[in-house]
């Protein structure tokens, strides 16, 4: 599934000229239709899946944004496990959380549901992929695209993983972040 993922970024990412809308990551309500071969017939199971994928403006060129970046990642406390230079692409491929990233709930950032009234994301174990690109979009702004995908595994157990969804609230972390640093 991460793979796809990347693809998709990837192709999403390829259109650096593009100078189309700037949407911000968030939830959206999907519907699964499942049909039963008992009595029950059809049944519409209703979820919250969340666009991994957030795109906002910069009013700063490129380059400065990408210097920014890294310091940013440094901030949060997050590896870089991928930087390619070239693409303007930074990133931490399944890093390993727990409870916070950067001094903050992880529930602030991914929601993977609850247990027992408690926040899934604020008790069990998170593997994080996030990649951050920075697009120009010409003159002095810039296009700042973020991925997150997380999922979660209670702690100490060998069960299956939980696939969580972004708030839209890391994303808006590293651009209130980039913004700051590049203002001057």
Avoid: H
């Avoid at 999907?30 to 009595?39: C, I, K, N, P, R």
């Avoid at 903050?104 to 993977?112: L, N, P, Q």
């Amino acid at each position: 599934m991460q793979k796809a993922w990347l693809v998709v970024i990837v192709m999403t990412m390829g259109c650096a000229g593009s100078s189309g809308p700037v949407v911000a990551a968030g939830p959206r309500d999907v519907t699964t239709s499942v049909s039963t071969s008992s009595e029950v017939g059809t049944v519409d199971l209703r979820t919250t899946r969340s666009d991994p994928t957030g795109s906002f403006s910069i009013a700063a060129p490129a380059d400065r944004v990408w210097r920014a970046l890294s310091t940013v990642y440094t901030d949060l406390k997050l590896s870089a496990t991928t930087l390619d230079t070239q693409s303007r692409r930074i990133g931490v491929e399944n890093a390993r959380l727990r409870r916070q990233l950067g001094g903050t709930r992880m529930s602030k950032y991914i929601s993977c549901g609850e247990r027992l009234g408690n926040p899934v994301a604020d008790t069990d174990d998170i593997v994080l992929t996030l990649y951050t690109q920075v697009v120009p979009a010409g003159g002095e702004a810039s296009t700042l695209r973020t991925l997150v995908e997380a999922t979660a595994r209670q702690s100490g157990s060998g069960g299956a993983s939980i696939n969580c969804a972004t708030t839209g609230e890391l994303e808006q972390r590293i651009v209130s972040m980039v913004r700051a640093q590049t203002a001057s």
